[in-house]
């Protein structure tokens, strides 16, 4: 188990960043932790967010209740340092958390075509963050791939790996017959570009 690396002051600094976020990316998260390394892993994050000054009980987050972004990223940082996570671990809990979350299946049973999926797709970013836009630019079933891009919204890079795998399960969701599903992000707001865009291709 590695150290945690982030600092109380580092922490704090976090909280700061405006908006808020829905719950259920906090049970996401849990969720992943128990599966990956059990109720004690789970045990093991509270106890390190408490000593960080960032208490959060995972059992009693609410889905729809609106929660610190900050303390969403704060969430993040410490799975993946306790944890010893790389990027790739990371992609996997953004990939993951679809599966978990009530939103989301909600969502997708509302969303009955692959067409009204993607253009209803910018009200589906709001009904989980406060800050930030997405956008849906264009896809092709036929040359296979969905574009998204997210404006206004320079939070944190962790977020960017976590989005990858996030949106690559949205789209295994819409294409099942699919296969060899990849993301990347040929532009992000943290390497000088106006907005996020994830390019997600498929087989």
């Known amino acids: ?28 998260d849990a969720e992943y932790v128990r599966n990956k390394k059990g109720k004690d892993g789970l045990v093991i994050l509270e106890k390190e967010l408490e000593k960080l000054g960032c208490p959060i009980n995972y059992g009693k987050i609410k889905a729809i209740s609106w929660y610190p972004l900050g303390l969403r990223v704060v969430s993040l940082l410490v799975i993946k340092n306790v944890f010893d996570l790389k990027d790739e671990d990371i992609e996997e809990m953004g990939n993951l958390a679809p599966k978990y979350s009530l939103i989301v299946k909600l969502l997708m049973k509302y969303f009955l075509t692959i067409e009204m999926t993607y253009k209803e797709s910018p009200k589906y970013w709001e009904k989980h963050y406060t800050v930030g836009h997405l956008e849906a630019p ?26 990858r795998g996030y949106f690559k399960r949205i789209s295994q969701f819409l294409l099942q017959d699919a296969k060899n599903f990849k993301t990347e992000e040929p532009k992000c707001i943290f390497r000088g570009d106006p907005y996020h865009e994830i390019l997600i291709t498929w087989e």
Do not use: W
């Not at 590695?2 to 049970?27: C, D, M, S, Y």
């Not at 404006?151 to 977020?159: A, E, Q, S, T, Y």
């Open 138 to 163: 264009g896809y092709s079933l036929k040359e296979k791939y969905f574009i998204v891009r997210i404006r206004d919204f320079k939070v944190h890079p962790i977020l960017c790996v976590y989005f």
């Open 1 to 28: 188990m590695a150290n945690n690396h982030l600092t109380k002051e580092e922490a704090e600094k976090l909280l700061t960043i405006p908006g808020k976020v829905r719950g259920v990316v906090f049970q996401t």
